[in-house]
């Protein structure tokens, strides 16, 4: 069974510009959660997808932004680049409801200068 | 709502030391699932364990194992005789049943093994 997969693994991008962040979650699994792991502030949700909706969002700037596909893969997207947007973002995916585990991908390293 | 405390966070040990990373959660939910997580320097977080708010039993996993207490609300990760590739960040995260739910992470505790 293949993992969730997330590309591009390393993104480089100038502040003010658009990043566009893809994740393909396990077969089977309808939801998507999109984490944000910045140097020093440890694993921050950032937004939950399923079924194609936006179900949950953490305390992010509307900004970040993003959606789900028919194939429930998912988009992260962020606008307006801030330096401080230079992070590990992470994706995982689950059944419904997570209760029975959450898979997580190897992440995209986004910096922005 | 939903915190995860690791308050230690690093711990250096010797090869073959036993050690102890400590979780300590809060929820309003009488139904909730807790996790361990390792994540090594290469960045994918690698699922441990997972537990319901209904199992109290201990579980132990090759030279891991999980105390789980509820009347403490504590989930602590041992893993005995500590090797080298343990060495990674830990995270402990706490999952709410229901809808809307998603995992909320401790810190994390960087574990350090020297040869």
């Known amino acids: 069974e293949a993992g969730v997969t997330q590309s591009p693994t390393h993104l480089i991008k100038t502040r003010g510009q658009q990043a566009t962040l893809r994740c393909s979650p396990i077969?089977?699994?309808?939801?998507v959660y999109w984490y944000q792991q910045a140097l020093g502030l440890g694993l921050q949700f950032l937004l939950w997808?399923?079924?194609?909706?936006?179900?949950n969002r953490g305390n992010f700037p509307p900004r970040f932004s993003g959606r789900q596909f028919p194939n429930y893969s998912s988009e992260l997207n962020v606008n307006a680049l801030e330096l401080e947007d230079s992070a590990l973002y992470l994706c995982?995916?689950?059944?419904?409801?997570?209760?029975?585990?959450?898979?997580f991908g190897s992440g995209t390293r986004l910096t922005v200068v | 709502a939903q915190k995860v405390t690791q308050a230690q966070t690093e711990i250096s040990v010797v090869e073959k030391e036993d050690v102890t990373l400590d979780c300590v959660y809060e929820?309003?939910?009488?139904?909730?699932?807790l996790f361990w997580y390792k994540q090594p320097p290469s960045g994918e977080l690698v699922f441990l364990i997972r537990?319901?708010?209904?199992?109290?039993q201990n579980e132990i996993s090759g030279r891991y194992s999980w105390n789980f207490q509820k009347s403490t609300s504590s989930f602590n990760f041992t893993i005995t005789a500590s090797q080298v590739v343990d060495s990674a960040v830990y995270f402990c995260?706490?999952?709410?049943?229901?809808?809307?739910?998603?995992?909320?992470f401790g810190a994390g505790t960087i574990l350090r093994v020297k040869s």
């Open positions: 995260a706490l999952s709410e049943a229901g809808y809307g739910n998603k995992l909320v």
């Open positions: 077969s089977g699994h309808t939801s």
């Open positions: 997808y399923d079924e194609g909706e936006e179900r």
């Open positions: 537990r319901n708010s209904f199992d109290e």
């Open positions: 929820t309003r939910d009488t139904t909730y699932y």
């Open positions: 995982a995916s689950s059944r419904l409801g997570g209760s029975h585990g959450y898979t």
